[in-house]
């Protein structure tokens, strides 16, 4: 990256906790802090950290087995998608927006106050966009 300025932040992967791609939390963070120490080798200053679901972060262990992955991420990105939901019922089902405050709330939950930035959503964007507007 010879001009990071427009450059909002890296995402290290797209699932990779749910994917399984490093065969365990402690390893995904392990490359994350490496390629975090690169970047401030070449002087850049550059949020970093990885677009997953809620039942990716859940399915990768216990708290102390996520604790390497909630310490090495500058902030969560969330893929949110309520209507694949194990217990959705239809695609307009009045429930999808209790099912994506859960996970929301999830997140808070793990994330000791860094920010929360939704990066994926299906289905009925518009109708999740005038929700979160209205989010205390």
Same mark, same amino acid.
């Not at 909002?8 to 791609?21: C, F, H, Q, R, S």
């Not at 850049?44 to 399915?59: C, F, K, Q, T």
């Not at 090495?72 to 949110?80: A, E, G, K, Q, S």
């Given at each position: *990256?010879? #001009?990071? $300025?427009? /450059?909002?932040? *890296?995402?290290?992967?797209?699932?990779?906790?749910? $994917?399984?791609?490093?065969?365990?939390?402690?390893?995904? %963070?392990? +490359?994350?802090?490496?390629?975090? %120490?690169?970047?401030?080798? @070449?002087?850049?200053? *550059?949020?970093?950290?990885?677009? $997953?679901? @809620?039942?990716? =972060? !859940?399915? @990768?262990?216990? %708290? %102390? $087995?996520?604790?390497?992955?909630? +310490? /090495? &991420?500058?902030?969560?990105? *969330?893929? #949110?998608?309520?209507?694949?939901?194990?217990?959705?019922?239809?695609?307009? +089902?009045? #429930?999808? =927006?209790?099912?994506?405050? #859960?996970?929301?709330?999830?997140?808070?939950?793990? +994330?000791?106050?860094?920010?929360?930035?939704?990066?994926? &959503? !299906?289905?009925? &964007?518009?109708?999740?966009?005038?929700?979160?507007?209205?989010?205390?």
């Amino acid at each position: *990256i010879k #001009n990071p $300025d427009p /450059v909002l932040a *890296i995402a290290y992967g797209d699932e990779p906790l749910y $994917d399984n791609d490093a065969g365990s939390p402690a390893t995904l %963070a392990k +490359a994350i802090k490496q390629m975090k %120490a690169q970047l401030t080798d @070449a002087g850049l200053d *550059i949020p970093v950290s990885i677009s $997953d679901m @809620a039942y990716g =972060w !859940r399915s @990768a262990g216990s %708290a %102390a $087995d996520i604790a390497p992955m909630v +310490a /090495v &991420v500058d902030f969560f990105m *969330i893929n #949110n998608f309520p209507f694949f939901a194990q217990d959705a019922t239809t695609g307009g +089902a009045p #429930n999808a =927006w209790t099912f994506f405050m #859960n996970d929301m709330k999830y997140f808070q939950s793990i +994330a000791k106050g860094k920010p929360l930035m939704v990066t994926q &959503v !299906r289905y009925l &964007v518009s109708y999740f966009i005038l929700k979160i507007a209205h989010i205390s």
